[in-house]
T-cell receptor
Framework: NAGVTQTPKFQVLKTGQSMTLQCAQDMNHEYMSWYRQDPGMGLRLIHYSVGAGITDQGEVPNGYNVSRSTTEDFPLRLLSAAPSQTSVYFC??????????????FGEGSRLTVL | GDSVTQMEGPVTLSEEAFLTINCTYTATGYPSLFWYVQYPGEGLQLLLKATKADDKGSNKGFEATYRKETTSFHLEKGSVQVSDSAVYFCALYEDTGRRALTFGSGTRLQVQP
């Protein structure tokens, strides 16, 4: 039972570097999303997708890009990392969209530090 | 816009104590409400939910009642265990087009033996 798999679990970047956080799910979920978790601020939505080829912005999209070429994968790209992007990133997926049940399935998180 | 406010943590209790974690919300319509739990080193997982006023969600001994008149969804458990130590997030969903949950800031619970 893989569920939602995120890689890498830990990453250290220098300011200005680029990288991609990978997310894959094996539950055939239409809906996938990326959140960031910061102390005292809960989780904030970065981007989401309701199906292959369809993406949209969340609450804090600046500095991040996404694409959804397959149902299974939803990578998050940081084009030019900044210290403000130091955070824990969670990928989450759901069937029929969040509206149906509210049950999101989360990956274990990726801790990113930008120096 | 929508928002969720939770009590500040950490909450430290002895085993078998009664737990309450307060959660209040602001929404324009009639949201669905959720409690998620995050155990150390893991992602979040759904603990319980309620989709309309006066509904009670329950799971693993935890309960929460959707109170529209007080815009609250407080989490309770009658007797906590050390294994309940985790961070608890209150969240809401309202169909405003963004298709996303709005999370509170989380409350860390520490249960001591």
């Amino acid at each position: 039972n893989a569920g939602v798999t995120q890689t890498p679990k830990f990453q250290v970047l220098k300011t200005g570097q680029s990288m991609t956080l990978q997310c894959a799910q094996d539950m055939n979920h239409e809906y996938m999303s990326w959140y960031r978790q910061d102390p005292g601020m809960g989780l904030r939505l970065i981007h989401y997708s309701v199906g292959a080829g369809i993406t949209d912005q969340g609450e804090v999209p600046n500095g991040y890009n996404v694409s959804r070429s397959t149902t299974e994968d939803f990578p998050l790209r940081l084009l030019s990392a900044a210290p403000s992007q130091t955070s824990v990133y969670f990928c989450a997926s759901s069937t029929y969209g969040v509206a149906n049940t509210g049950e999101l399935f989360f990956g274990e998180g990726s801790r990113l530090t930008v120096l | 816009g929508d928002s969720v406010t939770q009590m500040e943590g950490p909450v430290t209790l002895s085993e078998e104590a009664f737990l309450t974690i307060n959660c209040t919300y602001t929404a324009t319509g009639y949201p669905s409400l959720f409690w998620y739990v995050q155990y150390p080193g893991e992602g979040l997982q759904l603990l319980l939910k309620a989709t309309k006023a006066d509904d009670k969600g329950s799971n693993k001994g935890f309960e929460a009642t959707y109170r529209k008149e007080t815009t609250s969804f407080h989490l309770e458990k009658g007797s906590v265990q050390v294994s309940d130590s985790a961070v608890y997030f209150c969240a809401l969903y309202e169909d405003t087009g963004r298709r996303a949950l709005t999370f509170g800031s989380g409350t860390r619970l520490q249960v001591q033996p």
